[in-house]
């Protein structure tokens, strides 16, 4: 059973920076992508980013610029690399994976951006 734990939430002021991980129970080079998604309060989740098996990324327009997603298969890690935060961008984030057709889902790490 694959694992997903998320980790590097917390509270930043606007404008600030945050790295969340990902950390895999197993081997991440057999997904075929992993993204992160996130649901702010009172909202549906809605995804943010996808980095595929061979290292292409895509981005919500919302965080185009701002977010970086990366993977290090020998950490068995993802990464999402978040710069000038804005309040609109508080929320859970969610770690996902799939491997051929079945989805897989983190916890969730909660991102604060206030003054």
């Known amino acids: 059973q694959v694992q997903l734990v998320e980790s590097g939430g917390g509270l930043v002021q606007p404008g600030g920076s945050l790295r969340l991980s990902c950390a895999a129970s197993g081997s991440i080079a057999s997904f075929n992508a992993m993204g992160w998604y996130r649901q702010a309060p009172g909202k549906q989740r809605e995804w943010v980013a996808t980095?595929?098996?061979?290292?292409?990324?895509t981005y919500a327009d919302s965080v185009k610029g701002r977010f970086t997603i990366s993977r290090d298969n020998a950490k068995n890690t993802e990464y999402l690399q978040m710069n000038s935060l804005k309040p609109e961008d508080t929320a859970v984030y969610y770690c996902?994976?799939?491997?051929?057709?079945?989805?897989?889902w983190g916890e969730g790490t909660l991102v604060t951006v206030s003054s």
């Open positions: 980095i595929s098996n061979t290292g292409s990324t």
């Open positions: 996902h994976a799939v491997r051929n057709v079945v989805a897989y």
